[in-house]
């Protein structure tokens, strides 16, 4: 009984051997069917792939340039905005002051009113000593009179004839404008002569 158990088992072994066989056999016959234009047309497909390949890895590494350079233009914009804030922060209350110190200089302009000399000159020190924090502030004057018209520093209300001025340059200013951090926050109020 024992010899029939081992038969059906030497059998399984020849059947495996001859399948590898039959394997390699049919391994050689496609390599040998296979001409030289089948094998240049893998070769130029191997090929092709290679470049798509490599265009791919170009077209990602151009996109990540591009995405670099966008992120260091947008650190560029927030630094400077945040700048912007810092310098320009004041900017609200200073044109609120402005005010201010146009009644000073129309109080001031009208010195010969006052009976005072010592409240005229109290005025005058708290007009210098105000004119000296908003000077700290970065805040200066637009010079207009006598200058050649600039629409981006003057606002022309008025033209006149003059014989003592050119024609395109300021005549009279009628309110004085100013700057913040050289930024204009109030433009100057001129006459411009024809």
């Known amino acids: 009984m024992k010899n029939n158990h081992e038969e059906p088992q030497v059998q399984d072994s020849k059947k495996e051997e001859d399948i590898e066989i039959n394997k390699d056999e ?5 390599a040998e069917e ?3 234009e089948e094998n240049q ?3 130029s497909a191997a090929e092709n792939k290679e470049k798509e390949i490599s265009k791919e890895e170009e077209d990602l590494q ?25 310098a320009y922060a004041n900017e609200k209350i200073v044109t609120e002051l402005l005010d201010v110190i146009d009644n000073f200089e129309r109080a001031i302009a009208h010195k010969q009113d006052c009976k ?11 007009f210098k000593q105000f004119k000296g924090v908003l000077e700290k502030s970065n805040v200066e004057e637009i010079k207009a009179a006598g ?7 003057h606002h022309a209300v008025m033209t006149e004839n003059s014989v003592e001025y050119e024609s395109g340059k300021v005549t009279a200013v ?6 913040l951090n ?3 926050i109030r433009p100057s109020m001129v006459k411009v002569a024809e």
């Open 34 to 36: 296979t001409t030289p």
């Open 174 to 179: 009628l309110q004085k404008g100013y700057l």
């Open 116 to 126: 005072d000399p010592k409240m005229l000159e109290g005025m005058a020190m708290i």
């Open 147 to 153: 200058e050649e018209f600039d629409p981006n520093y």
């Open 41 to 43: 047309k893998e070769e």
């Open 182 to 184: 050289g930024k204009v």
């Open 26 to 30: 049919v391994k050689e016959a496609v």
């Open 62 to 86: 151009t996109r990540y340039l591009r995405l670099a350079a966008d992120f260091q233009n947008y650190k560029r914009r927030v630094e400077k905005e945040k700048s912007d804030i810092y």
